[in-house]
């Protein structure tokens, strides 16, 4: 998710970047790299489920912890993604590229990198199961699995993807679709679509949308496109400060919002998308498109489905406030995976990540947890393609903001932080385990350092 800007958000003069800008500095002075190699032993004080976001970033703070060698990481993917940047490939400010890395080299050093798949998990016994029924055992267990997504919930998908005028942001094998849909615009609907499951960046299928209408906007196209935003949700966003700009944003670009309605199928060979009415479960509506954006249902790893560490739906079980596993204390979830009832941001990984950190710590000397995390996660609402609205929250959906500023304006500042800042604290600091949010930059503002 990222926009076409002029400005370095470097050269901003707030003393927060500053701030930011020293700590990078010091930070970039470590260099993490790691040889790739088989898992050659059967037992590890510490291990990391995922090699994602949440994953990296708790092993590096754990190698720190217990060592590297004590430290595995259960990944089977050979490249890293940078996914919210995939906001700005999809609308052709970024390019794909520039949001992979090897995960051999992301991976922290001395932590032992597992290229398998987990595909069961026994807690009382202290092991996970790989592929090829390989078992690994663990002291302590910490599970990062990320969410999965489910095109193929969607009848006709994902084998329409393989005709034009259709893409998903959400995926690497679609997202640079969505570029080529808009750019091939001719006239017509243009549909974006929210799905009837939990999401990650719940932010991110309304991004794409005004960013399409700013480049239809700057190509003369705008007046030949009917811009639809088709949600299964009943509100635009679930905090009301943030909602209240972008209803007036909507309104003034003349952006159509259909809520609580499905996408159930799309007949990409004739260019249509049924939706069904969630208020009148099985009535469904057929819309012609000329570009179609599709947000998959998402949901839980198949292999924590009816898992011991998992709730009803299947995801991890865990405490809201300490991260730690409600029946197992030496297990313990990060990110997407768990049932924390929070956006699901890289954002919030990063406020996890530190609160997590000083949970295992407390843990590892039995001791009771004292950090606990607010539900702190972090929205940047791209509305253009110098536009950003930062929306930050906690739990109880309230602003949890780190500037002294409204920061439910649209801010050209604001935007160079999601495009420029934010893929640098990324690779820098959250991966290596340096950075745990915002936190301590908010606390200096209210200290009144601004």
């Known amino acids: 998710m990222s926009t076409i800007g002029v400005v370095s958000f470097c050269s901003c003069s707030h003393p927060a970047v500053g701030l930011l800008k020293q700590g990078m500095q010091k930070m970039s002075s470590f260099s993490f790299h790691t040889a790739a190699k088989c898992a050659a032993r059967d037992y590890y004080e510490v291990l990391v489920l995922g090699g994602g976001t949440g994953g990296i970033s708790m092993s590096a703070r754990m190698k720190r912890k217990v060592g590297a060698g004590n430290v595995a990481v259960v990944e089977p993917s050979k490249t890293h993604y940078y996914q919210p940047l995939w906001t700005l490939v999809g609308g052709g400010a970024k390019q794909l590229a520039t949001s992979a890395r090897p995960t051999e080299s992301i991976m922290p050093k001395g932590v032992e990198w597992i290229k398998s798949r987990v595909t069961a998990l026994d807690p009382d016994k202290n092991c996970i199961w790989l592929e090829n029924d390989v078992k690994i055992s663990y002291k302590y267990l910490i599970i990062a699995l990320g969410i999965s997504l489910h095109y193929e919930k969607i009848k006709g998908l994902p084998e329409g993807f ?4 259709i893409g998903s942001n959400y995926s690497v094998h679609t997202v640079e679709k969505t570029w080529k849909a808009i750019q091939d615009f001719k006239e017509g609907n243009a549909i974006f679509t929210f799905p009837n499951t939990p999401v990650k960046c719940a932010g991110a299928p309304q991004k ?10 700057k190509t003369g196209k705008r007046s030949k496109a009917n811009i639809m935003f088709n949600t299964s949700l009943g509100a635009i966003f679930g905090v009301k400060k943030y ?12 952006i159509a919002v259909n809520y609580k309605c499905n996408l159930v199928e799309v007949r990409a060979e004739k260019q249509e998308a049924v939706f069904e009415n969630l208020d009148k479960p099985g009535v469904t509506k057929v819309h012609q498109y000329e570009m179609l954006h599709v947000t998959p249902p998402m949901g839980p790893p198949d292999v924590l489905i009816n898992s011991p560490v998992s709730d009803e739906v299947g995801w991890v079980d865990v405490d809201k406030e300490t991260l730690q596993h409600k029946k197992y204390p030496n297990v313990f979830g990060i990110g997407d995976c768990t049932n924390l009832p929070t956006s699901r941001t890289a954002a919030a990984v990063a406020a996890q990540s530190g609160v997590l950190d000083k949970t295992i710590s407390l843990v590892m000397k039995n001791q009771l947890p004292t950090k606990k995390y607010d539900g702190y996660t972090s929205c940047p609402l791209v509305t253009g393609y ?7 929250f906690d739990y109880n959906a309230q602003p949890l903001e780190t500037f002294p500023i409204d920061q439910s304006k649209e801010r050209v500042t604001m935007y ?9 604290l990324y690779w820098n600091a959250l991966l290596k385990g340096y950075w745990g949010g915002p936190a301590p930059v908010r606390k200096l503002m209210h200290l009144g350092l601004k």
């Open 208 to 217: 794409i949308m005004y960013l399409s209408e700013a480049y239809w906007r």
């Open 243 to 254: 909602a209240d700009t972008l209803l007036e944003i909507i309104k003034e670009r003349n």
């Open 386 to 392: 110098n536009k950003v609205i930062l929306a930050e």
């Open 416 to 424: 160079h932080m999601k495009a420029d800042m934010m893929p640098f």
């Open 162 to 165: 393989h005709h034009p005028k």
